[in-house]
């Protein structure tokens, strides 16, 4: 094509030919050796994670996550080696109301920690859409300073939209952190909802995350979050927020006086104290080594984790269980009928469970 702008009374002015369309994919590409991670053997993942290998004890993770049989084989044979080596952690639990500043506290308590030469592990669980199915597993850009630490091991895992068997699934990962040698386990909830008492059943200590403004006494009774929360701090707890927070406190206070004690003998502290700005965290972590060394002075710290252990026993049996019958093929096929006849008004929905459940109980 000529242009006009070529010619020679326009002098100082020209247009060169542009380039044709390009392929949507690099036809360099096959000229590349394409990465394949490596697999390794159990003994391999075993001897690996012992000797705190970083790499290897991302991708056992990666296999407890993973919904593959052949993945949960490998999975639980690495766990069951691992086992004897694990239990030699403190296990915190975090949580609190989206916003709380649950991840900028993290990023503040570990630098706190590591300061004692400790290993730290954070486990977060972050929540995946219900429409697309995603996670933004983003917990670990709020984590700035800990995320270079040597020391420090952060990994963020998708509800999947099973909180439970995500639970399941990070009280795994624990085991195998504590064989790689953390000494201290994080555990940062999706925030305040049906996680929480998964998340209270893997952990030594519950911590609840508050901001100021919240509600009074009243609406401190009314939320069952509070009747697990081991320990409760107010975050936030500066500037000209420093009175609403001491306001807070006084609140949470006098609500926690109307609980009974708890088994542990522990009476539950309010703190106040501001994760961005750095205030108030040694208290907080302070806080949280003195009910260590309280529970394992009266024997409750070995008994909640016998307690948990059973408790993870039958929730294994139970998840179990739920996953034979749902892929049962019999049960899927009459599974629709049922359904169909629901919808219609042919059938109630209890009449329909019934029937489903007695084809599956005949079966076994």
Same mark, same amino acid.
């Given at each position: ?15 060169n ?20 991670? +490596? *697999? ?8 690996? !994670? #012992? @000797?705190? =290998? ?5 991708? /056992? ?8 049989p052949?993945?949960?084989?490998i ?26 500043? +649950? *991840? ?8 706190? !920690? #590591? @300061?004692d =030469? ?5 486990? /977060?669980?972050d ?11 983003g ?7 800990l ?30 952190c ?20 998964a ?29 697990m ?30 609980f ?14 501001s994760g ?15 009910y ?30 739920k ?29 329909a ?12």
């Open positions: 094509m000529e242009h006009i702008e070529n010619d020679n009374q326009f002098q100082g002015l020209r247009v030919k542009g380039i044709g369309e390009q392929p949507t994919v690099n036809p360099y590409l096959n000229n590349f050796k394409r990465f394949k991670r +490596k *697999s390794y053997t159990v003994a391999e993942y075993v001897d690996g !994670i #012992l @000797k705190g =290998n970083i790499s290897i004890l991302s991708q /056992a993770v990666t296999l407890i996550e993973s919904s593959k052949e993945h949960q084989i999975a639980q044979q690495v766990i069951e080696k691992c086992l004897p080596y694990s239990g030699n952690s403190v296990r915190v639990g975090i949580t609190g109301v989206p916003g709380a500043g +649950k *991840s900028t506290s993290i990023d503040a308590f570990g630098m706190h !920690i #590591l @300061k =030469n400790c290993k730290l592990a954070v486990l /977060a669980i929540p995946s859409s219900e429409v697309t199915k995603g996670s933004i597993l917990d670990k850009t709020r984590m700035e300073q995320a270079v630490q040597k020391n420090a091991f952060i990994r963020p895992s998708p509800s999947a939209g099973s909180l439970g068997g995500v639970a399941r699934k990070t009280r795994e990962t624990i085991v195998l504590e064989a790689a040698g953390f000494d201290r386990i994080i555990v940062e909830t999706v925030g305040v909802g049906q996680s929480e008492t998340v209270h059943s893997m952990v030594d200590f519950f911590l609840l995350i508050q901001l100021a403004g919240t509600g009074d006494e009243l609406q401190g009774i009314k939320r069952g979050i509070m009747e929360a081991d320990g409760i701090v107010i975050n936030k707890a500066d500037g000209s927020n420093i009175e609403k927070a001491k306001l807070a406190q006084s609140h949470f206070k006098n609500a926690l006086h109307l009974p004690l708890p088994e542990s003998g522990w009476q539950p502290k309010v703190l106040t104290y961005y700005y750095g205030i108030g965290i040694s208290e907080v972590w302070n806080m949280i080594d003195e260590v060394a309280f529970v394992k002075k009266n024997e409750h710290f070995r008994h909640r984790r016998n307690e948990q252990s059973k408790f993870w026993m039958y929730e294994t049996i139970n998840e179990k269980l996953s034979n019958f749902y892929n049962n093929p019999t049960i899927q096929a009459e599974l629709k009928d049922c359904e169909q006849q629901v919808l219609s008004s042919r059938m109630s929905s209890f009449i469970a019934n029937k489903v459940l007695d084809t599956y109980l005949k079966q076994s």
